[in-house]
């Protein structure tokens, strides 16, 4: 499967965007799909997940209650909601993909990435 995240741009802190993550393909509900964020120098980490139906989801703490992950299979893209943002919500995020059960949260367990979209909050 191939993706492409689109969506970011620069916001001011508070404010929102939408991410979304295009895939290609016909097996897309087939695959557990996540988000994930790398800021400069950092290591990339774990944002939200959500599995193959879209009827369970997983966030990190930093950002549960202002993120929220949505899938629509029948249009092969996988969202990412944010609202409130930081400063420190700052990072290229990139969409992930992996066909299996369950809700993954570590970037060895997916096996597709999508080549990111760069988010900047401002205060």
């Known amino acids: 499967v191939q993706l492409q995240a689109f969506g970011g741009g620069l916001v001011l802190a508070g404010g929102s965007l939408r991410l979304s993550c295009a895939a290609s393909?016909?097996?897309?509900?087939?695959?557990?799909m996540a988000w994930f964020r790398q800021a400069p120098g950092k290591e990339r980490e774990f944002v939200s997940t959500?599995?193959?139906?879209?009827?369970?989801?997983s966030y990190a703490e930093s950002v549960k209650g202002r993120f929220t992950i949505f899938r629509d299979n029948a249009k092969n893209t996988v969202y990412l909601q944010m609202h409130s943002l930081k400063p420190e919500d700052t990072a290229v995020y990139y969409c992930a993909a992996v066909q299996r059960v369950g809700l993954p949260r570590n970037v060895y367990e997916f096996d597709y990435w999508g080549q990111g979209t760069e988010v900047t909050v401002s205060s």
């Open positions: 959500i599995n193959r139906s879209g009827s369970s989801t």
């Open positions: 393909g016909r097996t897309f509900s087939s695959y557990v």
